[in-house]
């Protein structure tokens, strides 16, 4: 069992090196994840492994111990919702544009973990009609964690994790089984660029967006990251952008720099008009910060 | 309530799925293989959804999805393979004959949940 104590200290680390707010209640959570490193590094318990931390000298230890901790689960075209938004409404709405002036329409894949959400977006790219090609698309995918996007770039699945979430027509046509294996098509893959990115430091690096995924890793951070992250991926959007969030997040009440997109679809937000935030009392301009 | 009828000579497998699909709200029937498959249905009309094995005596899985789709006048109900024929060919050939899924045995809750929200049955 964690104590209390450990328990504690293991939450500030978190939040200090990734901002994520684990809250009361979640020592399974820690238990389960922790165990497995503290194995690997010899230790016999997850108290043990939290002392070695306490000591300070080993980094790689407390580097995969953070990792263990973050590392999401994902699945294929989690939730549908936001996929079928982006097949019916934001392509037709938003790549026209970008054709005309010969311009890449770009994909922001936050938090992307281990892959499946951008090839997830890729795919869909690749089979609507008429497909929106590789040349015709970035999908910027990152991750705080170098081991997620190491398994990310790979792009190698396990049996279980293929049949969460994919369709089984897109499974035998966008993958090759290998004894080690599922292995997603290059086809699917040149459609994705992998970075390093947490999401607490400059987005400046990675350039504006036409579509933001950020989805299930908010509900995580506590008020203050949240608003501060909802305004920095609020400046990231083009004035036309859309922010995608998981079902259980919203700006509302957070950040006023983002509304929600007059559509049918939920979790799907725009940069707030400067109009409407002056008249919710708040100065012009900051907008485009 | 939306019906299942689980098809598998296997009465362990069949116990198994029927634990996992029963509290999420669905009536499950079973059939030990494919003729007992088609007598179900001509005795029902359809089901909502077939969870299916391949190997299987009597009639296997696949000569009964041939003969199912191949009946006039029926509500065609959603067919999910669950099967160890695991190779991209076995997939293949079965969404070729009509499948709607494929699930690769050995399968657990999620994947059997992941399977009926893609495919809308709940």
């Given amino acids: ?289 | 309530m939306k019906r299942i009828l689980v098809v598998d000579d296997s009465a362990a497998i069949r116990k198994a799925i029927r634990r996992i699909i029963e509290p999420l709200g669905f009536t499950v029937d079973e059939a030990g293989d494919g003729q007992q498959a088609l007598t179900y249905c001509a005795e029902w009309g359809s089901v909502d959804a077939i969870l299916l094995d391949i190997d299987m005596p009597v009639m296997d899985g696949l000569t009964f999805l041939r003969q199912l789709r191949g009946l006039a006048g029926m509500p065609q109900p959603t067919v999910i393979m669950c099967t160890s024929h695991n190779t991209m060919n076995n997939i293949e050939e079965a969404l070729a004959l009509g499948a709607n899924e494929y699930i690769m045995k050995p399968f657990d809750t999620d994947i059997i949940s992941s399977k009926f929200q893609q495919l809308e049955l709940m």
């Fill in chain 1, 1 to 289: 069992m964690t104590l209390p104590d450990d328990y504690r200290y293991l939450s500030e680390l978190l939040n200090r090196s990734s901002g994520l707010y684990l809250g009361e209640g979640k020592e399974y959570l820690l238990e389960s994840r922790l165990a497995p490193i503290a194995e690997q590094f010899d230790l016999p318990d997850v108290a043990a492994l939290v002392r070695r931390m306490r000591e300070g000298k080993d980094p790689l230890l407390a580097q995969a111990a953070v990792e263990a901790m973050t590392t999401q689960e994902t699945l294929f075209f989690r939730d549908t919702s936001p996929f079928k938004a982006l097949k019916e409404h934001i392509v037709p709405a938003l790549l026209p544009a970008r054709r005309a002036a010969h311009q890449k329409l770009r994909i922001w894949s936050a938090a992307c973990s281990t892959g499946q959400e951008p090839y997830s977006i890729a795919m869909l790219l690749a089979t609507l009609t008429p497909a929106v090609l590789p040349g015709e698309v970035e999908i910027v995918a990152t991750d705080y964690s170098p081991k997620a996007l190491v398994r990310a770039k790979a792009g190698l699945y396990s049996q279980f994790e293929v049949q969460r979430g994919l369709p089984a027509q897109l499974l035998v046509r966008f993958f090759q089984q290998t004894p080690a294996g599922f292995r997603i098509a290059d086809e699917v893959r040149k459609y994705v660029t992998f970075r390093e990115q947490n999401l607490l430091l400059s987005y400046g690096l990675l350039g504006s967006f036409d579509v933001i995924f950020c989805r299930n890793v908010l509900i995580y951070f506590d008020r203050p990251v949240k608003r501060d992250v909802f305004d920095r991926l609020a400046a990231a959007l083009t004035p036309t952008g859309f922010l995608l969030l998981g079902a259980a997040e919203t700006p509302y009440g957070v950040s006023d720099r983002l509304v929600r997109a007059a559509c049918q679809y939920p979790g799907i937000y725009v940069r707030a008009p400067a109009s409407a935030r002056a008249s919710l009392g708040m100065a012009e301009g900051a907008l485009v910060a």
